[in-house]
């Protein structure tokens, strides 16, 4: 178990570094840097001002050591001119002398933002918090309704709920957010329809969350989600009904809900955990549509900005965040799997 | 004349429809009285769900095919009077209705939805059928070999898999990154999977018979070499590698950078789904049967795993569509890859969804059609699954 904790670990942090390295390269290529260089010493300047500056602010030399320097293995620049030292650590007005010699991500420097004009760390920390409450009121609502769906349609194969039940998931797996997203809000919060139970925005969800700024954006997520849960859920729930132990219960003259509660349902959860500590990334995904939809500024929405605007910083600690939020779930997913599962060992 | 009610609507927009119909009607009368003759595809037609997933995904093969005779307005004309107007309002000079409203610019929305469907009915299938390659190509050595190229395939995958996949897509899609050619140089690769394909496909069948197999061998790779060429090399741009007198297929550079980036993205999956079912079949009979027989890797890996593996490809092969189309008006909702002006429904319901709560239809219409298209596609692959696992 710990050799093989340790060996995904190491692939983990393979990859990230791998994946990093990537977004690191693509966002650092030289007409981004080009766009930077106009965006922050005027957009007019010169071909040889835009490379003056650029080698002034050290982003005119190799791409590996940069990334050394960003992720905080390699000791940051420094530029001794006529007397003034500056340099990637050394904050502007602050001592030479007194700087560290490694600022990146590991030590917790994130950057600064160019469009927000803050500390990238600060941005990402607030808005993974916005997103953090909506992720958990989607997970309140998605994962008990797909266990449900789930197993009321596994628990008799092709019976007339089963049938009627995975069609329902099948059309959920079929509206992605942006579509469920816009009939939402043009059912519940349109004068086309006049209903307007709803808000079409979720603004006003980041102060106070009422339900009536924050349902459609929760529902618009979990309708997505919903049906490949309850699939899952459905097939596994099916296959254990046919178990043997299911049989001898029934036959010794146990209650079929009972059989359904105390010996179906707990072999049965164990496959969707593994499928919906994987929906992580697809949440991820919805996460970006729904807050550009509902114009609800957390993490996703962040993204989009720092994408749209070349804020290459932010894009980079957003990257980092959702590199990492995939491979952990990916590594729970894993490891809980093997707790809950006693029949699989891992040599 | 006047505006019509929602029932005239209705009947105008089910008139327009009527080559649809009337081509629905011949595919499925022809295939029902021949339907014991023809497999897979004609058993479909046994069971309700894959008749009504396989209704709706021809439904809008077929939109995609007569689109200039369904359509009543051109896609980009507009009339000034006719912003954000409700379906079913006349035009200002009485020539005609906006059967479906009209958007923000006044245009017609139900045209701009019968053209959409063409972009999507051109790229998804083709786009995925490319992902395949790559994943078939790369997914059969890896199952079969193992070991260390199976090692290296997978951690690849896995990294193209661990990124978000809209992360990717504002990395990838860019005008700054388009200009450097990197969506390019990675067409370049991408596209030469389907010509490896082939060539190794019937290279592995042919090889008994070399005359026949180098006459085959040598059509495949020029014709498809040609075409390879043409696909991928865009003059002007920084992959020319054709002269434009040989150049008769101009993709237009940005629909095949969204070729790519979703190509890109399916691949991984396709890969691991392929290795696994390498993994699953190549410890059958057959197979041991084919290596003492002293078959070579590659005619095992093509001719005896991979026909053997058809059942659950097809069925991916449908969701992968639907998955692809999904993908697609991603793109199309953050205003990536595809102009704005583009009639896709993803751009489309970019473009609708800043009005949503005053005129909600020119998003509404196409978010329903593609829904019904994945919805059609899903179902098409649950009958297929249903089917393929009753023999």
């Known amino acids: ?347 | 004349m006047q505006d019509l009610g929602w029932g005239a609507i209705t009947l105008s927009v089910l008139k327009q429809f009527l080559p649809v119909w009337l081509a629905l009607a011949l595919t499925f009368a022809a295939s029902i009285r021949y339907r014991r003759r023809l497999g897979l595809y004609g058993k479909l037609f046994d069971s309700a769900i894959g008749m009504t997933g396989f209704a709706l995904v021809m439904l809008w093969v077929f939109t995609a095919l007569f689109a200039d005779l369904i359509a009543t307005h051109d896609v980009l004309s507009q009339i000034s009077q006719m912003k954000n107007k409700l379906p079913g309002t006349m035009q200002p000079d009485g020539a005609g209705w906006y059967l479906l409203g009209g958007d923000h610019l006044g245009r017609d929305v139900f045209s701009r939805m019968i053209a959409g469907s063409r972009v999507v009915i051109q790229i998804a299938p083709m786009a995925t059928l490319f992902a395949f390659m790559v994943g078939i190509t790369l997914g059969l050595p890896a199952g079969y070999f193992g070991g260390r190229l199976d090692t290296a395939l997978s951690f690849l995958a896995n990294l193209v898999l661990a990124f978000p996949v809209i992360l990717l897509f504002y990395l990838l899609v860019t005008p700054e990154i388009v200009e450097t050619g990197l969506p390019q140089y990675m067409a370049v690769v991408l596209f030469l999977f389907p010509l490896i394909f082939l060539t190794v496909l019937l290279n592995a069948r042919y090889y008994v018979m070399p005359a026949r197999r180098n006459l085959i061998l040598a059509l495949v790779i020029v014709i498809g070499g040609w075409a390879y060429l043409a696909l991928v090399s865009d003059p002007g741009t920084r992959v020319a590698l054709l002269p434009a007198a040989l150049d008769p297929l101009r993709v237009p550079g940005n629909i095949l950078i969204v070729f790519v980036s979703v190509v890109f993205v399916n691949a991984p999956t396709v890969f691991r789904i392929v290795r696994g079912l390498t993994l699953d079949i190549k410890t059958r009979d057959y197979v041991a049967a084919a290596q003492t027989r002293g078959e070579r890797p590659w005619y095992i890996m093509l001719w005896e795993i991979l026909p053997n593996a058809r059942g659950p490809l097809i069925v991916d092969f449908c969701l992968r569509i639907g998955y692809t189309t999904i993908l697609l008006g991603t793109l199309g909702f953050f205003g990536l890859g595809l102009s704005p002006e583009s009639p896709d429904w993803g751009s489309t319901i970019n473009a609708g969804r800043k009005l949503l709560t005053i005129a909600p239809h020119p998003a509404i219409v196409p978010a329903l059609a593609l829904m019904s298209l994945v919805l059609g596609l899903n179902l098409l692959a649950d009958g297929l699954r249903e089917e393929s696992l009753r023999d």
């Not at chain 1, 030590?107 to 500390?119: H, M």
């Not at chain 1, 709920?161 to 509206?175: P, Y």
Request: proline share 3%; glycine share 8%; with cysteine.
């Open chain 1, 1 to 347: 178990m710990l050799t093989f904790l340790l060996r995904r670990l190491l692939t983990m942090l393979l990859t990230a570094l791998c994946l990093t390295f990537v977004v690191f390269f693509l966002t650092n290529l030289s007409p981004n840097l080009e766009k930077v260089a106009k965006s922050e010493a005027g957009s007019r300047i010169t071909d040889a001002e835009v490379a003056s500056w650029l080698e002034k602010n050290g982003y005119a030399r190799p791409m590996l050591v940069r990334y050394g320097e960003w992720i905080g293995l390699a000791p940051g620049w420094r530029r001794d001119e006529a007397g003034v030292i500056s340099g990637r650590c050394i904050a502007r007005g602050t001592d030479p002398a007194a700087a560290p010699r490694f600022c990146g991500v590991i030590q917790g420097y994130w950057g600064q933002s160019t469009v927000f004009k803050e500390p990238v760390a600060g941005i990402v920390a607030t808005r993974l918090g916005l997103t953090g409450i909506l992720m958990f009121w989607v997970m309140a609502v998605m994962v008990p309704s797909a266990l449900l769906i789930g197993m009321l349609a596994g628990m008799r194969e092709g019976s007339r709920l089963d049938r009627s039940l995975s069609t329902v998931s099948i059309a959920s797996t079929a509206t992605p957010e942006y579509v469920s997203g816009v009939i939402f809000i043009a059912l519940f919060a349109s004068s086309m329809t006049g209903l307007k139970w709803f808000k079409g925005t979720a603004t006003s969800a980041m102060d106070t969350i009422t339900f009536e700024n924050f349902f459609l954006p929760v529902m618009t997520i979990a309708v997505y989600g919903i049906g490949y849960i309850a699939r899952m859920t459905r097939a596994s729930m099916a296959e254990v009904m046919t178990a043997q132990y299911i049989r001898t219960a029934r036959l010794k003259g146990v209650a079929f809900g009972q059989v359904v509660m105390r010996h179906a349902l707990r072999n049965a959860l164990i496959a969707p955990f593994t499928v919906i500590m994987l929906q992580f990334p697809w949440l991820l995904n919805g996460v970006v549509i729904v807050e550009t939809l509902f114009n609800y500024k957390g993490f996703g929405w962040t993204l989009v900005q720092a994408a749209g605007n070349n804020d290459i910083q932010l894009l980079l600690g957003c990257s980092v965040v959702a590199v990492v939020v995939v491979l952990v779930t990916q590594l729970i997913s894993d490891v809980g799997y093997v707790f809950l599962n006693p029949r699989i060992r891992i040599s």
